[in-house]
């Protein structure tokens, strides 16, 4: 009886980090979804709900459903930087069919194709957590108003600095990311240059007697 192929450790690897990733970035929604549910309950119904979400049925099933809405929330980023991306890749690929000739000449070099995916890993976790940090925000932002605080305009204007500048601090990291990734495969890509062979000087007539 044969064995049933085995995948090899790069797959399980790649594998391994785009559950991780997606995890991230569902955890991070999941989190703004529960803000803002427990925001649209109100104190009371919050109070009433808590015990069950510390059950181990209540954590398997948020770990599901974050894993699902990474999915989600990966799919609506990247559909929401697109134009953005495009822009970076024209830079250093003037044709998408050049784009797709330099990808399929990176599976060339194990090494290279690691570097890729660890840079591809970030830039999803980036962008997903993009979108995270409007909704946490907005999210808090509606807590406030309905739960009663101290020091409310306080909160307010630190949770909108704070939130603000997290959303922008990861655009920026995946703005970074993907142009050095479409930079450094042009360059790892480009075809070696053909040395140029010197001019020999004409070989001289033999001479007659």
Known sequence: MTRPPQPEPSAVVAATAMFVEVLVVGIGFLTGLCILTAA?????????????GGTPLAAGAA??????LGILIDRAADTA?????????????????????ARLKLTESPT???????????????????????LITMATDLALWRYSVEHRALLLTTTNVLGVLAALGFYLSWHTITA??????????????????????????????
């Open 40 to 52: 649209i309950a109100g104190p009371d119904n919050t109070r009433k709900l808590a015990p069950i």
């Open 63 to 68: 770990l599901a459903l974050a894993y699902a």
């Open 81 to 101: 930087l697109t134009p953005a991306r495009r822009k970076l890749r024209a830079q250093s690929f003037p044709t998408s069919a050049a784009y797709a000739q």
């Open 112 to 134: 290279l194709v690691a570097r890729a995916d660890y840079a591809r890993s970030r830039l999803r976790i980036c962008r997903g957590w993009v979108l995270n940090c409007i």
């Open 180 to 209: 050095t990734g479409y930079r450094k495969l042009a360059i790892q890509t480009a075809p070696a240059a053909t040395p140029t062979v010197p001019a020999q000087p004409p070989t001289p007539a033999p001479q007659t007697p």
